[in-house]
């Protein structure tokens, strides 16, 4: 029986081998800038997201806010009498609980800073509209005016009998901080920064 001898082998591992070649390096180096690149595309679109998501729902929140304040405005018009309501009356005594109640009401939820609201304005006069046109609610930007229009000739198209009621109506402007977000990445768009946003509501007239 033959034996074959063992022979024993050496493997020597050059120093390039367990280093690891010179290509590798490179892949890894171009792998972290392609990271780079990708982190440095993707970090502004998550920003935009982020700040839309938090703008708009600030924006529905402060609309959510002004339409309760309308709304507030109203019940209180609904039930002052009827008696100084006319048209050669250019400020009626009985529609200053329902601004002050309006402003009550967004000074409370934080919509309008009270404190700096100047005194409400003789009304402008529509028929039986009268609408008033507060300033200074907003510290931060001084051109924003509160705008409360009251129209107590509201006629339902319901009838007979027809009903007779008053609708009131909330003005006041949202500053969009997504503008600035937009600028940043697309100078010059054209974004609107500020929008007025516009609440109704309406009740029949009890007096």
Known sequence: MLRIPHRRERFH?????RSGAPGAVGLLKDERGAALLEFAITLPLLVVFVVGIYDF???FNQKQKIEQAAQE???????QPMSDIATSNANPDSLKPVVTAIVNSLAGSGVVNQGSCQPPPAPTQVGLAWTYTISGCSGGYPGDNLVIAINRGWVSALG???AVGTVVTVTYPYHW???SVIQLLFPGA?????TYLSE???VYNQM
Do not use: D, E, L, Q
Request: aromatic share 10%; glycine share 14%.
């Open 73 to 79: 405005g109203a019940i209180v018009a609904g039930a």
């Open 57 to 59: 729902s600030g924006a």
């Open 160 to 162: 007979p009998p027809v």
């Open 177 to 179: 901080r997504f503008n």
């Open 190 to 194: 054209g974004y609107a920064a500020k």
């Open 13 to 17: 591992f050059s120093k390039s081998a």
């Open 200 to 202: 109704s509501a309406t």
